[in-house]
């Protein structure tokens, strides 16, 4: 036996193996780990070669009386990987038809299901479907994943859904490849969109040990040298995240950026994980003096408490302590009472005193320009605060790209003096809207050496911050000529859920991305099924890439299937509640735990319709509430509103009141100045309903009662 220290890994699957064991079982396979992770070679611990098996490298080993895991322990080398645990005839059974091999064209360790039919090639008939890949050479396959012994598998793959079918028993690498080049891409843009060679990487067919050094290997299998990380991971709810990043993902994580770096991607493709673990790893790897510390802000308190909770699960207690996590308007706020600012931060659409200067400034000074109250906010949002325009002349010049009604030089003039008013108030009762807060806090920086501790700023949910939120955090983290910009800022976003309303191009707030965008698309959280449902609801809305470009959701796809979403318009009310309460409990006879599923409402008035009704069923409820993180330990079916539900996940998530004048907002439609404001909000409801629906992992109902909102194909889901 080698004297050599063993390497030990544990595959992701051993997660979900665990999550289905009662408490008993779980405690035995939770002690066995800790023991195989501390000394695989263990008198205690006894390798049985697997009868039939396809791969002489697989071993069974006892856990309890049944109990049985199944170890990858090549007889070449000091490697044990534990793949799977399960009753006894089940793990032989999920063993006897897997290999385990080392793809060299990645250098990856894949582990994958074989069988006759599966390596055998049927006879082509003579007016047989052509290939799906056919083009591509058997090389290029493997470059792409696949392992030689599963060419013959790809080679009978015809269509989309032909892949969809042998997902199962293709290596996540090799399947993701693929579904690339089946959406469009060609062979070269899918090798530079995974960021892979077209030349072998070196690793040695029977080298496991460097394969599980590689990227494509870690997305899969953590080699356990830290045993308080895997106690940690054993101790905890069980999330993948915490541990296994994907490839895309830890090449943005663990590197060394000359410059601000953007992330895109859409709902569930872990770009808040990705900014978490950017975050420990600067504060692990790049904090030099123990004042350093990496801001952590994003758009919303909601945000900010879930982002705070979850770097609890991954960060130690010194990596957490260099993290300061909050939202934007709260740092604002802080910074501008430590600088002796008395005024109070207002925001706009929550406060009856703003509603009543614009009502005051419109009537006095715009009565005769023939514009809605609407017209002159949204142009004071849009155009007055995004520009940071303070005088008559600046907003003369200002652009107005995307508003619908057309000024010309005298009106612009006329509408000036309605701003003014509206100004003068603001001023007269000490108030300052956010934008102003950014703007003074930015001017307060710009005026005197730095003395804050940030090294690093991190944003999540850029989509819904503006020109002048960014052009502060391009303050707080000053591109100077005496020292570089290196790591400088960390932006994750979507414009595909900007749920805010707001813009921003980056480049125009003195934030240069150039040569550092990258775009994640792989869909962790939601199934297929459910993420297409969501995607196609915004059809013909037009996305930006939060830089003055174009986005798309090409080659934006899921990691696994499930159940179509159940679609239901349903007579009254009444019959909305039952047909919601049929789905809860069946839910519940399929095992769902009722603090995994979540009923969402466009707002809380509707929200609270459904609280009472669920209570008089005696069915528990847990609302999530604004500026609080969501409590796991507390039993009931979740509450949310569509805004709060923002950031979270669940197995399975409901869709309520889809009603016609629900959803859109029939006060939003009927306060639009234009038809641009219109289309403007029915766009934004259209990105909120995406936001929700993704908030869905595995089961998704959307159901309404009476007349159905005009964004949602009810009857084509009939």
């Known amino acids: 036996m080698s004297t050599l220290n063993p390497v030990v890994a544990i595959g992701d699957d051993i997660l979900d193996c665990l999550s289905r064991l009662p408490k008993g079982a779980y405690q035995k396979a939770a002690k066995f780990i800790m023991r195989f992770r501390s000394d695989p070679r263990s008198s205690g611990i006894n390798y049985e070669r697997i009868q039939n098996a396809k791969d002489d490298n697989l071993r069974s080993v006892r856990i309890d009386q049944n109990l049985r895991g199944i170890v990858l322990a090549p007889e070449k080398g000091n490697v044990y990987v534990l793949l799977w645990i399960d009753n006894h005839d089940d793990a032989y059974k999920w063993a006897v038809n897997r290999m385990a091999r080392v793809n060299v064209a990645s250098g990856s360790l894949q582990v994958f299901s074989v069988d006759e039919k599966s390596v055998k090639a049927e006879p082509k008939k003579e007016e047989a479907k052509p290939g799906l890949f056919d083009d591509l050479r058997d090389r290029e396959l493997v470059r792409l994943g696949v392992p030689e012994e599963l060419l013959s598998v790809v080679r009978k793959i015809n269509s989309e859904a032909d892949l969809e079918t042998a997902e199962d028993s293709l290596p996540p690498d090799a399947y993701e490849g693929l579904y690339l080049k089946a959406a469009g891409y060609s062979y070269e843009e899918v090798m530079a969109e995974l960021d892979r060679k077209d030349e072998d990487s070196g690793v040695a067919s029977d080298d496991f040990e460097t394969a599980l050094q590689t990227d494509e290997s870690k997305r899969k299998y953590w080699v356990a040298d830290d045993e308080e990380e895997l106690q940690r991971m054993l101790d905890a709810p069980l999330e993948k995240w915490r541990v296994f990043l994907h490839p895309s993902q830890r090449k943005l994580v663990e590197r060394d950026w000359n410059g601000p770096v953007r992330v895109l991607g859409g709902a569930g493709t872990g770009k808040t994980v990705?900014?978490?673990?950017?975050?420990?790893?600067?504060?692990?790897?790049?904090?030099?003096?123990?004042?350093?510390?990496?801001?952590?802000?994003?758009?919303?308190s909601n945000l900010a408490a879930d982002i705070q909770e979850n770097l609890r699960a991954i960060c130690e207690t010194d990596q957490l302590q260099r993290i300061e996590v909050v939202h934007l308007d709260a740092w604002v706020?802080?910074?501008?009472?430590?600088?002796?600012?008395?005024?109070?931060?207002?925001?706009?659409?929550?406060?009856?005193k703003l509603d009543g200067f614009w009502t005051e400034a419109v009537t006095n000074y715009g009565s005769e320009l023939g514009l809605e109250t609407k017209f002159f906010q949204d142009e004071w949002s849009a155009v007055v605060q995004a520009n940071g325009v303070s005088n008559r002349d600046q907003y003369l010049r200002a652009p107005r790209i995307g508003r619908g009604t057309r000024l010309d030089r005298k009106k612009k003039a006329d509408i000036w003096k309605v701003f003014e008013a509206y100004r003068a108030r603001l001023d007269e009762e000490g108030y300052l809207e956010p934008d102003d807060a950014y703007r003074l806090a930015r001017e307060i920086l710009e005026s005197r050496p730095s003395t804050l501790p940030y090294k690093s700023v991190v944003v999540d949910e850029a989509q819904d911050m503006g020109p002048e939120a960014f052009r502060l955090i391009r303050a707080l983290i000053p591109e100077a000529e005496d020292h570089p910009d290196t790591n400088s800022m960390f932006i994750v976003g979507d414009g595909h859920q900007r749920i805010y309303g707001r813009r921003v191009v980056l480049g125009r707030c003195g934030i240069n991305i150039r040569g550092r965008s990258r775009k994640l698309r792989v869909n962790y959280r939601t199934s297929e099924e459910i993420r297409k449902w969501a995607v196609s609801i915004l059809a013909g809305v037009p996305i930006d890439d939060l830089d003055d470009g174009a986005d798309d959701e090409r080659g934006y796809r899921s990691l696994f299937h499930g159940p179509a979403p159940e679609i239901a318009n349903?007579?009254?009310?009444?019959?909305?509640?039952?047909?919601?309460?049929?789905?809860?409990?069946?839910?519940?006879?399929?095992?769902?735990?009722?603090?995994?599923?979540?009923?969402?409402?466009?707002?809380?008035?509707?929200?609270?319709?459904?609280?009472?009704?669920?209570?008089?069923?005696?069915?528990?409820?847990?609302?999530?509430?604004?500026?609080?993180?969501?409590?796991?330990?507390?039993?009931?079916?979740?509450?949310?509103?569509?805004?709060?539900?923002?950031?979270?996940?669940?197995?399975?998530?409901?869709?309520?009141?889809m009603n016609d004048g629900v959803v859109p907002n029939v006060l939003a439609i009927r306060a639009a100045p234009d038809e641009a404001g219109r289309e403007e909000v029915i766009d934004a409801e259209r990105m909120l309903v995406y936001v929700a629906a993704t908030r869905a992992k595995k089961r998704l109902l959307v159901t309404s009662s009476g007349k159905p909102s005009e964004i949602i194909d009810f009857e084509g889901a009939k």
């Open 333 to 352: 706020s802080a910074f501008l009472r430590s600088h002796g600012e008395s005024r109070s931060i207002v925001f706009p659409g929550s406060n009856e």
């Open 274 to 300: 990705a900014a978490m673990h950017r975050a420990r790893w600067l504060a692990e790897h790049r904090l030099t003096r123990p004042a350093d510390r990496i801001l952590f802000t994003t758009f919303t």
């Open 570 to 657: 349903t007579k009254n009310q009444a019959n909305e509640f039952e047909r919601l309460g049929a789905w809860v409990g069946e839910l519940e006879n399929e095992g769902f735990s009722p603090k995994d599923i979540c009923i969402i409402a466009r707002d809380k008035r509707t929200l609270r319709l459904f609280e009472n009704h669920l209570r008089s069923e005696e069915i528990a409820t847990v609302e999530i509430k604004r500026r609080q993180a969501e409590d796991r330990r507390r039993q009931g079916i979740r509450l949310a509103t569509m805004h709060r539900a923002k950031g979270l996940e669940f197995m399975a998530v409901a869709l309520v009141a």
